[in-house]
Structures are given as C-alpha cells and as structure tokens.
C-alpha cells in the first residue's frame, strides 16, 4: 500500500527534477509570469549573455506601472513611461508574449492568468511578485519570488527550493450572506497572524473554501502571502473545470477532457499527513476591517478599536499604540465611527467581474460620500463590466472608472492616497505608506468598500444589501 | 557573489514586528537600479520625513548606528512584497545581517541571492539584544556563521538559519551555475513530462 499524499506532495513530486542530499531540490516550472518590475532580472541575463531558455512558457504583461487614469499612450511621467517600454523591449528581444498596453487582454498578471487559461491546476507557476500565491485557486502550486530567482528561472526554466511544511487551513459550515472570501482571508490572518503560516505551503480545504467560486477561491490564495505562507493551494474540482473550459490558453476538445481526468488526481488522499492543521467556523465569520497597519489587525465591524491600555503586555500595548497613531485612530471606539476620505476598488485581490458586481450591487442607486476609484482587474474584466452596465452605477455613485493595472494599491503608477488621507480599499496591505508617503489604509471586501463609500464612513454592508441580490 | 563567513561592527536596533519590504524600500523606488544609490534611500519614509530632513528618532539616524553592518529587529522582519529591491537596498547601505526572530519566506531567500545573512533567534533573544545595544550602543556585535553564534557584550546567543542557507552563504554560490550541471537530468526531465503532462504546455505553443 503506498503512503497517503496530501494534494502539496503530489504537485512537489511531479515537478521535482533533482533532490540534493541536503534536502534542497530543483524543480521544473510550467509557467514564469514577469512584469515591468522584471527588468533587475532581465539586466542580470544582459550581464550573462544569457537567453531565455523557455520563452514560450513565459507571459509578459504591464500592470505595476501603467496608468489607470488618463492618457495610457502618452504617459506623463517619464521615468513610468521607461518602466513600461523596458518591459516591451525585454520580451521582444527575447521572443516572449507580452500582454502589454496595446493588447486587449492586457490587465493584472494575477487576473489576465487565470482568464486565460494560462494558469491550470497542476502547474507549478512562478512570478517575481509575492501575490503569485492567487494562481493556487486553480490547483497550480504558485510562489512569489525575487529579481535572482527570476533570473534563474529565465535562464533554466527550472527552480531550487527546499519543500515547505504543509499545513491544511480548513473552514467548516457555511459563510453568511454578506460574508466574502475576503473576510475568510482577514478572519485566518487575524487568528494565526501575518507569520503564522511562514514556512508553510497552505492547502485550503472544508465546507466553507469549497462553497466559494473560483474568483472567491482567487481572493482567499492571494492573502496567503499576507499570512507568511509560500504559496495557497485548493484542489480543483468541477468548479475549476468549469471555469477553465474553453479559456484560449487551456486544453480543448479531446486535450481538455485528458486533462480533467489527470487533474481529478489532484486531491489530498484520505489520511494524509500535515505537519499543521488548523480549523475555522465559516459560519462564524462576519464582514471585517483592518485598523492598524498590519493585515493582522483586523477585527469584526461591529467591533471596537484596541485600547492599548487593555493589552496584556507592553510590547502588545506599544505596538498597538504605534498602529493608531499612524491610522490616527482613538482607542476604544467603534470601529463603524471611523470616517473615510475615499475608497478604491481594484487590485489582484478583489477587481475581478465578482467583484465589481458585489460593490455595484450596494452602490446601485446610491451616492459615495467620498470620492474613489475603481480598476478592473483586467482590460477584459472592464470591458464585461462595461457590458453590463456595473461602469454606469460606479460612475452615478460619483467614483472613477479607471483603467486596469495594480493603480493604487501599491501606488508605483502615480495614483496615490495622499498624506493622512484614509481610505478604504479592497487591497492586500494596509502597511504604512503603502498607497503612498502617510496614506492610512482599511482593508475590506468590496461589497464592504461600497458600503463605507455609501456611509462615509467604515460601516456594515449586510443592511444596505436588504431586498438587494448581492 | 561574496562569501559571508566572520562579521563585525555595529548593530542597529529596529524594535518593530512586521517590519515589511515597503518599509525597507518605498514602492517609488523601485524603479531605481543599483547604480542610482538604492542605499540612500533605505528605510526612506521611516528615516526622513516629509521634508527630507532625517527624524531624530529613527535609530539608522543615531551617530552610533549611522554606519551599522547589523539591523535587529522583531519578528516577521522582511515580510510582504517579494522586491529583491528591498535586498539591495540594505546591503548597499552597509548592511550585512538582520537578526530578528522570524523573516519573511520570500525575504530570507533575496537576502541569501545577494549574500546578507538572516539569522534567527528567540523573541526574548532579540529583546535583549536590542535592549543591550540601546544601553550601550557602542559594544561591536560580532556574528560568525560557521558556528552560528552572536556576540553581542559579554554574552553569547546562538542563531538558526536553514543548513542550505547557510552553506549557500559560506561558499558564495551561483545557483545557475550549479544548474547548468544538471543540464541532462533537467533535458530528461523535461522530455519524460511532455509525454506525462502534455496539457501542461499552453494551447497552441510548441516549446
């Protein structure tokens, strides 16, 4: 009888190549996704001479720098304008595909993968960005990794690492209406903190993770960088099957129906070992919002501010005290008398159509107190929403309908939060500065980021989505 | 890239959990290349404020930590965006190590790329080395990665670091070049797979 595997063995085994004595193996990889931020990488292959060993299995696109407001032609400012052509230069010489400003499927390397069937269960996929942990949705072993090891993987299509400790995350019962993956994503990071899963390949499992669709399923593995984790991973089901069917990069006709039945091994056997296992009621999560400047900071919103003056100890108590004064917070109050000064809605980890269409469905017929932005996760993904009309209720509700790319959630385009602004924002990291020099960041699900764009201020979204179908 | 054996000077204390790579090199800089400076402008937004003048109080800015090979830090140091940028921009100030009781996965292995050293200690370890050098923040800390030791004072901690990690650092490796060894096993590899999985390749490439 052979051992019980769980779904991240499998997925390490089949990409191994060679395992050293001292337990470091190289593994092959399927897909290597790069960006205008490659360019370090791209420098260190000019320094070598060096070509591309696989540029067929390598994908381009322009997302951190390009503009998702005015001109994307004429960019204004020229150093992003260099970003953006250094990244067309690179993937021209090097014969690789580039899904680049000019390109209707150009949008966020995190979205455009998985639209186009790129990404596929059983693929081992690496990007030179952290969020790369999204393409496990789909049953990928996905990692972030840095400017050398994007370099190697140019240069040999082919990776060292050391096999993570596994952990299985599973979320029993079933979400409440109102409650997205989001808050499933903010409710783990909350229980085990930002480096609770460091060293660890997640695999999501339970009820609740399986109940989510494939967009939701996205937004849950994007976060499992925000936990410490390599990478997050969902077995796929028919539910993934369903969604890659007949996406242009993915297996068709008799292909598809070979490769279905070779991802349908792709589970984590029954009796398997992990070397972590921890359990959450979905049932009990409720929307939540971030506080601090930590994604582990974050809390129910009909909760209050942490007092540090009620922390057990006084490092707790200082850090505490340090995250509000930079959110410019009183302790002690609540959570939902927190006034915003904008929102934006975008972002690898919620601008996908699910997305755009949770947010619409509470600012249909209503107004944003605050002004805001909205980017689509992908050209395609604005081009449907614009087809069903979600572009007209973001635009009557007063906010901006941008273009696609990362845009204000890591702010490197020029769209920013100014200095002590506050916003709420459907992002990944609410770290100091991270939409830009002072700007004080409250994560949230975009239904939630509608609901505080309504209000004005941090709030529940579960009322205003009465006799509404979110 | 250089072999990390022996290292001594001073350590600067960073007493922050989650120190994050945005920290360490705001997003505007990612554009720069090595060349332009990236060490100026470590730690930015935490050293400088909104004038450009230095905050006193950033530690980095104190007389005895200005020139400081070591940062110590709490734990999660490096955790977040996967910028090697972040990397470079402390090594090219001077630094050589961060000692903290945790670093972020993608973090620790950019810091072994470029031959900075993460070493790891307990929470209680790291509090007293950083309270040690706010007393005295003069005493040299001298940190010696064969036998994985600190001396800071009169006191000796040990630290963990991953054994490949390590000998990575002590032998200044270049990974492609091990790589390039096992150019057949990886030819073969790659053969065998495509008859294995050959719904792996994209629809309509023929790698």
Not at chain 1, 312 to 330: F, T
Not at chain 2, 145 to 156: D, H, M, P, R, S
Not at chain 2, 159 to 170: C, G, H
Request: contains cysteine; glycine residues 10%; hydrophobic residues 40%.
């Amino acid at each position: 009888m052979t051992e019980p595997l769980t779904l991240i063995d499998k997925l390490w085994s089949a990409h191994e190549i060679v395992r050293r004595d001292d337990g470091e193996s190289l593994l092959w990889v399927d897909r290597h996704y790069v960006h205008e931020g490659s360019f370090h990488a791209f420098g260190k292959l000019a320094g070598r001479g060096a070509a591309v060993a696989e540029p067929r299995l390598t994908f381009a696109v322009a997302d951190h720098y390009v503009p998702t407001r005015g001109s994307r032609r004429d960019i204004a400012n020229p150093e992003i304008g260099r970003m953006v052509r250094q990244v067309e230069e690179n993937t021209a010489k090097h014969g690789i595909r580039l899904f680049g400003l000019d390109d209707p499927r150009q949008g966020i390397v995190h979205v455009v993968g998985p639209e186009q069937g790129l990404t596929l269960p059983g693929l081992l996929i690496v990007c030179g960005d952290s969020h790369t942990s999204t393409h496990g949705a789909l049953g990928a072993y996905a990692f972030g990794i840095g400017a050398s090891e994007v370099a190697h993987v140019l240069m040999t299509q082919t990776i060292w690492q050391k096999k993570p400790q596994r952990m299985r995350i599973m979320v029993t019962g079933h979400a409440a209406p109102g409650v997205a993956a989001k808050d499933m994503a903010l409710a783990i990071i909350a229980r085990i903190g930002t480096d609770g899963a460091t060293g660890c390949a997640v695999e999501y499992a339970g009820p609740a993770v399986r109940a989510l669709t494939i967009e939701g399923r996205l937004t849950l593995c994007n976060m499992s960088i925000e936990a410490g984790a390599r990478c997050g991973v969902i077995a796929p089901d028919d539910a993934t099957f369903a969604y890659l069917k007949g996406r242009p990069y993915a297996p068709d006709d008799a292909d598809f129906e070979r490769a279905v039945a070779a991802w349908s091994q792709l589970a984590t056997d029954a009796d398997a070992a992990f070397d972590r296992e921890i359990s959450l009621d979905g049932g009990e999560i409720a929307p939540i919002v971030t506080w601090g400047t930590s994604p582990e900071d974050a809390l129910p919103i009909d909760a209050r501010v942490p007092d540090p003056a009620r922390e057990g100890s006084a490092d707790r108590a200082k850090r505490v005290r340090d995250a509000l004064d930079y959110m410019g917070i009183a302790p002690g109050g609540r959570l939902m008398d927190i006034a915003v000064d904008r929102v934006f809605i975008g972002s690898c980890t919620n601008a996908r159509i699910e997305d755009l269409r949770a947010a619409a469905a509470v600012l249909a017929g209503r107004r944003s107190k605050v002004p805001g932005l909205v980017s689509a996760g992908s050209s395609l993904v604005k081009q449907q929403a614009e087809q069903e009309g979600l572009d007209r209720i973001f635009r009557e509700a007063g906010l901006e309908w941008g273009e696609s790319g990362c845009s204000m959630c890591v702010g490197i385009n020029g769209d920013l939060v100014a200095p002590g602004e506050r916003c709420a924002s459907t992002t990944n990291r609410n770290f100091r500065g991270r939409q830009g020099p002072g700007a004080r960041t409250h994560l949230m699900s975009p239904a939630m980021v509608a609901a505080a764009a309504v209000h004005g201020h941090l709030a529940d979204v579960r009322p205003l989505l009465a006799g509404r179908s979110a | 890239m250089e072999k990390f054996t022996r290292l001594s000077g001073a350590a600067c204390p960073i007493d922050q959990a989650n120190v994050n790579t945005d920290q360490i090199l705001p997003a505007r800089f990612l554009k720069w290349t090595r060349q332009m400076g990236i060490g100026k402008v470590l730690f930015h937004d935490l050293r400088f404020d909104a004038e450009g003048r230095e905050r006193a109080d950033f530690p980095l800015n104190r007389p005895a930590w200005r020139d400081a090979k070591i940062v110590v830090a709490a734990r999660n140091f490096g955790c977040g965006s996967s910028r090697e940028s972040a990397v470079y921009a402390l090594y090219d100030y001077g630094i050589r190590c961060a000692i903290a009781p945790s670093f972020g996965d993608i973090f620790s292995g950019n810091a072994v790329q470029n031959g900075l050293l993460t070493a790891a200690v307990t929470d209680a370890e790291a509090a007293e080395i950083m309270d040690t050098i706010e007393r005295t923040p003069d005493v040299p800390v001298t940190i010696d990665l064969e036998a994985q030791t600190i001396v800071c004072g009169n006191k000796i901690f040990r630290f963990t670091i991953d054994p490949v990690r390590r000998k990575r650092l002590l032998n200044g490796w270049d990974d492609v070049a091990l790589t390039e060894s096992f150019r057949d096993r990886v030819a073969a590899f790659k053969a065998a797979d495509r008859a294995q999985r050959p719904w792996a390749v994209p629809r309509g490439e023929v790698p």
